[in-house]
Nanobody
Framework: QVQLVESGGGLVQPGGSLRLSCAAS????????MGWIRQAPGKEREFVAA??????YYADSVKGRFTISRDSAKNTVYLQMNSLKPEDTAVYYC????????????????WGQGTQVTVSS
């Protein structure tokens, strides 16, 4: 099993920035790909970004504003979110899978508990 613990959510004004962190523990070799999926109230879960050992991938809605990175020594993945918009408001889940990047939310076997991001003035 892989345990994922997120941190860094909160309330921010439109145009502001936040950085989310996710620390993995347990069978971390099963987390070849780590990423972020979000769910806004009343909406389906949406892929945001993911990073494997060889590639990164972003949803079109966040491309150019969000940056995903990984510290392998710390088994931690980060999501730097800039130019935040009200439509970015959601619970953000850290996810992992033992294979390459997938944009299908159901492809991820391991999920964190989620962290709330609210973008509002």
């Amino acid at each position: 099993q892989v345990q994922l613990v997120e941190s860094g959510g909160g309330l921010v004004q439109p145009g502001g920035s936040l950085r989310l962190s996710c620390a993995a523990s347990g069978r971390t070799f099963s987390s070849e790909t780590m990423g972020w999926i979000r769910q806004a109230p009343g909406k389906e879960r949406e892929f945001v970004a993911a990073i494997s050992w060889s590639a990164t991938y972003y949803a079109d809605s966040v491309k150019g504003r969000f940056t995903i990175s990984r510290d392998s020594a710390k088994n931690t993945v980060y999501l730097q979110m800039n130019s935040l918009k009200p439509e970015d408001t959601a619970v953000y889940y850290c996810v992992a899978r033992p294979f390459g990047v997938e944009v299908t939310t159901t492809a991820y076997a391991y999920w964190g508990q989620g962290t709330q991001v609210t973008v509002s003035s």
